[in-house]
């Protein structure tokens, strides 16, 4: 009869025990490989930062958007910058690695090219029509005669004394021009104030 009872309490205890495994969490899945969601990455040299993704792949075969859990490098940082889901050219054209990693075990890396800017185009200003608005249209010329591309940052626009640059957006700006006038000179820099600085200029 004693050995019944111990037996029932025995079963008892395993069924209790059992139980609570049930109800615990599974482990997280193991990583086992990281991926850009991008390869042979491009970028203009004068865009805004381009936005990028990773996946993870865990050991169920499972993915997730790993994007903001990883660490985003650049081999070289005078030709683009990398900060976490994203890429922003430093100097007018060139490559460079990028590295997205995770716990210092996984990483996938690709190139990056920068796209040369090699010209801008600017609509006619009328120098006559003195203490007039008037907006000149811009765009870019890149490499491979790509063309018609916003020039949406990293580069100053700046006037000489005969005209004021009264507003800037990323395709135009407008350009007021003071009396007596017979020419207006635009300076554009490209990365001012580093050591990839580049002057695209014009005269009217």
Same mark, same amino acid.
């Given at each position: 009869?004693?050995?019944?009872?111990?037996?029932?309490?025995?079963?008892?205890?395993?069924?209790?025990?059992?139980?609570?495994?049930?109800?615990?969490?599974?482990?997280?899945?193991?990583?086992?490989?990281?991926?850009?969601?991008?390869?042979?990455?491009?970028?203009?040299?004068?865009?805004?930062?381009?936005?990028?993704?990773?996946?993870?792949?865990?050991?169920?075969?499972?993915?997730?958007?790993?994007?903001?859990?990883?660490?985003?490098?650049?081999?070289?940082?005078?030709?683009?910058?990398?900060?976490?889901?994203?890429?922003?050219?430093?100097?007018?054209?060139?490559?460079?690695?990028?590295?997205?990693?995770?716990?210092?075990?996984?990483?996938?890396?690709?190139?990056?090219?920068?796209?040369?800017?090699?010209?801008?185009?600017?609509?006619?200003?009328?120098?006559? %029509? =003195?203490? #007039?608005?008037? !907006?000149?249209?811009?765009?870019?010329? &890149? /490499? +491979?005669?790509?063309?018609?591309?916003?020039?949406?940052?990293?580069?100053?626009?700046?006037?000489?004394?005969?005209?004021?640059?009264?507003?800037?957006?990323?395709?135009?700006?407008?350009?007021?021009? %003071? =009396?007596? #006038?017979?020419? !207006?000179?635009?300076?554009?820099?490209? &990365? /001012? +104030?580093?050591?990839?600085?580049?002057?695209?200029?014009?005269?009217?």
């Amino acid at each position: 009869m004693q050995y019944i009872k111990t037996l029932l309490i025995l079963l008892s205890t395993t069924f209790f025990i059992s139980c609570g495994e049930n109800t615990t969490t599974a482990p997280i899945a193991d990583v086992v490989s990281i991926s850009l969601d991008d390869s042979n990455i491009s970028i203009y040299s004068t865009q805004l930062a381009k936005p990028l993704t990773a996946t993870v792949t865990y050991a169920d075969a499972t993915t997730a958007d790993a994007t903001a859990n990883l660490l985003w490098s650049s081999s070289d940082s005078t030709i683009f910058q990398a900060t976490v889901g994203s890429v922003l050219a430093t100097k007018n054209g060139g490559d460079a690695n990028l590295t997205a990693s995770y716990a210092d075990t996984f990483y996938d890396s690709t190139t990056v090219h920068v796209k040369e800017l090699l010209s801008i185009q600017y609509s006619d200003v009328n120098v006559s %029509d =003195v203490g #007039t608005a008037q !907006i000149i249209y811009i765009s870019g010329t &890149f /490499e +491979n005669n790509e063309t018609n591309v916003t020039l949406e940052t990293n580069i100053a626009y700046y006037s000489d004394e005969n005209a004021t640059i009264t507003d800037i957006n990323a395709t135009q700006f407008t350009l007021t021009v %003071d =009396v007596n #006038t017979s020419s !207006i000179a635009i300076r554009a820099v490209l &990365f /001012e +104030n580093t050591d990839n600085t580049q002057d695209f200029n014009t005269t009217f």
